[in-house]
């Protein structure tokens, strides 16, 4: 199947999805929680926080800690439509161009182009986990 910008609005229609996202990649699989050892544990969404808490001991987990995310104040979902262009793009993508798609500053959209051409030469990521599109891996 080829991923096409439907594929890429369908999956990830805002910050949110985005989010769940990456904490599914993360931490999905976790059979105990790090904190309590608890079997199984569920983690919810803290309300208006980009930060998940454990049921059971209320430890808190942020899937943005560590990765390229973390304290930028473009939009998550803007960093995956990026990303998204990087990986469909058979040229590289330009930071105008990043500054055109984003309607930022030339300087932000510098900024997170080489951002995300470091994260794309990279072997092993910050990005965890497999973010899977057309012929590309990150
Ligand atoms: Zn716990």
Not at 40 to 66: M, T, W
Not at 96 to 102: A, I, N, S
Request: net charge positive; charged share 25%; with cysteine.
């Amino acid at each position: 199947m080829r991923y096409t910008i439907k594929t890429f609005n369908e999956k990830f229609p805002n910050d949110d999805a985005c989010l769940y996202y990456l904490f599914e990649q993360t931490y999905g699989n976790m059979t105990t929680c790090p904190h309590c050892g608890v079997t199984e544990p569920s983690y919810y969404r803290v309300k208006n926080r980009k930060c998940f808490e454990c049921k059971d001991c209320g430890n808190q987990i942020h899937p943005l800690a560590n990765t390229i995310f973390h304290k930028s104040s473009t939009p998550l979902r803007s960093w995956f439509y990026i990303i998204y262009l990087f990986s469909v793009a058979k040229n590289g993508v330009s930071a105008k161009e990043v500054e055109r798609h984003l309607g930022v500053t030339y300087k932000c959209a510098w900024r997170i182009a080489k951002q995300v051409r470091e994260l794309m030469n990279q072997e092993t990521g910050r990005l965890t986990g497999t973010v899977e599109t057309d012929e590309t891996y990150i």
